[in-house]
């Protein structure tokens, strides 16, 4: 079997006010990638391409409304990868999991209220032919949804980043496999 083109797209929020903070969690893990992988600084909404065949693209829109992007790097890497097989996958904050756990999934399942995925899942169509990586960020005590807004707002600790940054060798793992198929 021939090995996928992969784009990995993180999503998260835009500017110095979210980088590193628990909701900008894809972000910073596709920053670890870009280091791992040695390729230069990432831009976000430029993709940038490894000898591994992946194509990292960090998504420069609001986390709940990033479908529109995301959709709009797929299909311009399609474009540019025509008569190859291709695959999206999609990094993301994952609430329901404990901090530093990695879950891959279909993009067809559940988003359970992670609007990110919602806006995605709606600018395909409700098509969820793409791969979702969630990286575990916890969840507070209270499901209050200020109490959780303000969770996943906050800036990550030092050992909260350590942790998560501490999943790359994971998640590249899960990028090597599904690209091979």
């Known amino acids: 079997m021939s090995q996928a083109r992969l784009l990995v797209c993180s999503i998260g929020n835009p500017g110095a006010t979210y980088t590193n903070t628990l909701h900008s969690t894809g972000h910073t893990i596709l ?18 391409t490894t000898a591994a065949n992946f194509t990292l693209w960090q998504s420069p829109t609001y ?22 097989q291709t695959q ?30 919602k806006s995605i899942k709606e600018a395909f169509g409700g098509n969820g032919k793409f791969v979702r990586i969630g990286v575990g960020i916890g969840r507070p005590d209270s499901r209050e949804p200020n109490a959780v807004a303000s969770y996943v707002l906050r800036k990550m ?7 998560i940054e501490g999943c790359t060798g994971r998640i590249e793992a899960e990028l090597l496999r599904l690209g091979n198929g």
């Not at 870009?34 to 976000?44: C, D, I």
């Not at 992007?69 to 797929?74: F, L, M, P, R, T």
């Not at 996958?89 to 609007?115: M, T, W």
């Open 31 to 48: 920053a670890a990638l870009a280091t791992s992988l040695s390729l230069p600084h990432l831009r976000p909404g430029t993709m940038c």
């Open 63 to 84: 986390m709940n409304v990033s479908g529109p992007a995301v959709s709009k790097a797929w299909k311009q890497f399609q474009s540019q990868h025509r008569g190859e």
């Open 88 to 117: 999206l996958v999609v990094i993301h904050d994952e609430l329901e999991l404990p901090l530093g756990q990695v879950k891959v999934k279909d993009g067809s399942a559940s988003a359970k209220g992670h609007n990110g995925l």
């Open 157 to 163: 600790n030092g050992q909260e980043k350590s942790k």
